[in-house]
């Protein structure tokens, strides 16, 4: 199976997608018609690289904010393209615009507590379902989104940008050419200090301000409550799709079981102390949510993973990916890698050659549309997954099932951490379709 | 606390030890007298260290092997010491040894199952014991360490040689000087291939033999089994014990809880296949010892820390330190730390000024002495911790607490794998002594 070719895979991913014929067998739409459910800073990126593109036509966007609006509308000017109908006034003027029939799909970039019912209502109007991360916050929602694409037919892509990263998509290719041997251990996380985004002075600038909720600007403004709140690894699937995909989760694979265990909440209290002063009211907020969460999954498979939540604490950025096969590792600290018999004996040597030896065929062929989008690119990618899908009229490559299964961490490590680390299952989200399920996620070089 | 100089915490130390008045009150001896309890690879090693300190003798050296009595005599003779007396020709020699009245402790440097009952047996006889890692294999052995300790006064001394190394030490002067703030998470393993050492060709020679047991040579003999039999974290302490005394277990905190989980096998199996054939006898054997199996672990104060044991893959040599508090952190991967407002932002800087900042007391005193030693001098200090605490007549920098606290990962961990991770209390081995107890390891520059 690791060893197969693109071309082999490819041959094999047609008659693997789980779609109904009805949409499989129809002809190929030449432009994807796309509304946009929420256009804060991130639907705004996303916006920004649809109008880039001639195969888009954004008909609608929607958000409650009217600057939001504005300036999206301001984007699509520059871009020559038509002024978009406008949803606002309410946080269900999604639904007007899921009335739409000349809308194919959507890309939501709201709260993450409106992913998942703005997920399900497109699917229901039949309009594909292009769901920033995390997809889901409790195990019903998981559910949610898998029971209303089974009944729909109607594919929900999770945009999770991390699975198209130029390195991470090299790995990818390494891990199915074999070069790690069988795979037995990764690691992987989001360890990103957000003190700014968790808090802010109400104003655009990178302020130093320690507001969040109504008082405070963009994320701060609903994001942080969930460290209020909750105490888990609240966003999962930076690091976990990708380790997804490399491992064939859903299929041929899936997560079995986890245990989380979260440290002391420090940082986010010291962060307001530091910066507004003990007389801050702010000062007097108690964070449920550990400085570092860490949740270890074990697979059907075998493999073991840890899965890291750092995100309150003053740290350099980092995902935090190790892939241990057999005959070696990579881990994207430093860019090391050890393969051997290959590397020097004991010894890390740098991944840069092998970046440039198994570059995924999409990096090869897209590199020059991509450069420029947001996060170094894979954001193109994301997004030329998503409005392929909908021109051919096809499953999406990252579907119910991942959005249900890598979201799932959230509440799973909130379950274990509160029953003092103790193992919880995953529910088995592709009602045990995932033992005849095959990998699809960037076979070859389309998308 | 953290901050405190170590002129302050020397003062403290003396009245933290938990020694019987009569030993700490005794006159300081200007020798030690040693005796050797297995002098194979790793206790010839001691003796080399020992042989060249002029404050100890060697009075008597015990070992089954006669080519290992052998050329430990000769290490003597090289050194021009007198010939040590023998004790051999059955597993419970050491049992005469321990009767001489001219032996003031004991280094013990045999299999794992002998650890524990030679230094309880030291114990009881009045000796000092010094016991190789990791110095238990069960929760009972544990206990008969802690108990025996408590009952003698007769102090035990893991001779855990990481606690000594040259950046570890730095690093926990760091701790202890704030430079990390309070500590959040902390990280650490033993992630060595040890294919060679597990398997060899019955001979000396560094071979790629796929033989283990009564076939094989130096560990091979007896450690394999331990892959064979049992799934869990066989090696803890070299990870553990650093973070031990960073995190002051036993002395104002201590280990609560862990879970473990372990990967699928695959490594020594695949090794035994590639170097001899899968007509092997050997290619049958079936090793219960998962690849790579991580422990979580959950503090009295909060702090979480994952150790990793990774020995049967090729990779490089790591000890995976992790040291993260809330002003930043260190990683011994590739020298790497970030503390907030001094390292440039967001970014990774090189640990090495640090190092030479922080060079711990012991280190900038010693440094000319412990070169040379084994394992990068680190051999030196464990050994002239437990020299200076025969000779000053006190109880040792390490203690049976930490023995027990840090071994006990070991039984643990299978018990946390074979119950599907299921969270395992640590025993409070100190009698909760723990809320009370002084940190007492490398206060100041004398051991």
């Known amino acids: 199976m690791q060893r197969r070719s693109f071309i082999q895979t490819s041959l094999l991913a047609a008659t693997a997608v789980g ?56 984007l699509i000017k520059k871009a ?79 945009l999770e940008n991390v699975c198209y990263r130029r390195d991470v998509m090299a790995i990818l290719n390494m891990v199915r050419k074999g070069v790690f041997g069988e795979l037995v251990h990764l690691e992987c996380g989001y360890q990103h200090d957000l003190r700014h985004v968790k808090f802010n002075d109400g104003t655009p600038s990178r302020s ?115 892939v241990q096969g057999t005959k070696g590792l990579w881990m994207d600290i430093h860019d090391s890698l050890y393969i051997e018999g290959t590397s020097p004996d004991h010894r890390w040597e740098s991944d840069k050659s092998y970046m440039t030896e198994y570059d995924h065929p999409l990096w090869k062929k897209y590199e020059n549309l991509a450069s420029g989008a947001g996060h170094g690119g894979m954001d193109w990618f994301v997004l030329h997954a998503f409005v392929e899908s909908i021109k051919r009229k096809v499953d999406t490559p990252l579907d119910a099932y991942d959005a249900a299964a890598w979201s799932a961490i959230s509440p799973l490590s909130e379950r274990s951490i509160s029953m003092g680390s103790a193992p919880q299952p995953f529910p088995n989200f592709t009602r045990s379709k995932w033992i005849k399920r095959k990998p699809v996620f960037a076979l070859d070089d389309s998308y």
């Open 19 to 74: 779609i109904a014929p009805t949409i499989i067998m129809g002809k190929e739409n030449r432009k994807a018609r796309l509304g946009f459910l929420g256009v804060g800073l991130r639907g705004r990126s996303h916006l920004r690289q649809a109008l880039r593109r001639d195969d888009v036509i954004v008909n609608a966007i929607c958000d409650i904010d009217a600057d939001a609006l504005a300036a999206s509308q301001e």
């Open 80 to 158: 020559g393209k038509k002024k978009a109908a406008e949803y606002t006034g309410s946080e269900y003027a999604f639904q007007k615009l899921l009335e739409r029939d000349d809308i194919d799909g959507v890309i939501i970039a709201t709260p993450w507590l409106w992913h998942t019912p703005m997920a399900v209502a497109a699917m229901k109007t039949g309009k594909y379902a292009g769901v920033e991360v995390s997809a889901a916050n409790s195990l019903q929602e998981c559910w949610d989104l898998v029971n209303t694409y089974e009944e729909t037919n109607v594919p929900c892509m999770i």
């Open 208 to 322: 130093d301000g320690v507001e969040f909720g109504d008082k405070a600007y963009s994320e701060a403004r609903w994001r942080t409550l969930h460290s209020v709140k909750r105490n888990g690894d609240l966003y999962p699937t930076h690091g976990i799709g990708p380790v997804g995909t490399m491992l064939d989760i859903n299929r041929g694979n899936r997560f079995v079981s986890l245990t989380a265990t979260a440290s002391k909440s420090r940082g986010l209290h010291d962060y307001i102390i530091e910066k507004g002063g003990s007389d801050h009211p702010n000062a007097d907020v108690r964070f449920r949510l550990g400085d570092v969460v860490t949740s270890v999954i074990k697979t059907a498979n075998g493999e073991t993973i840890i899965v890291q939540h750092d995100t309150n604490l003053p740290r350099p950025y980092s995902l935090g990916f190790r």
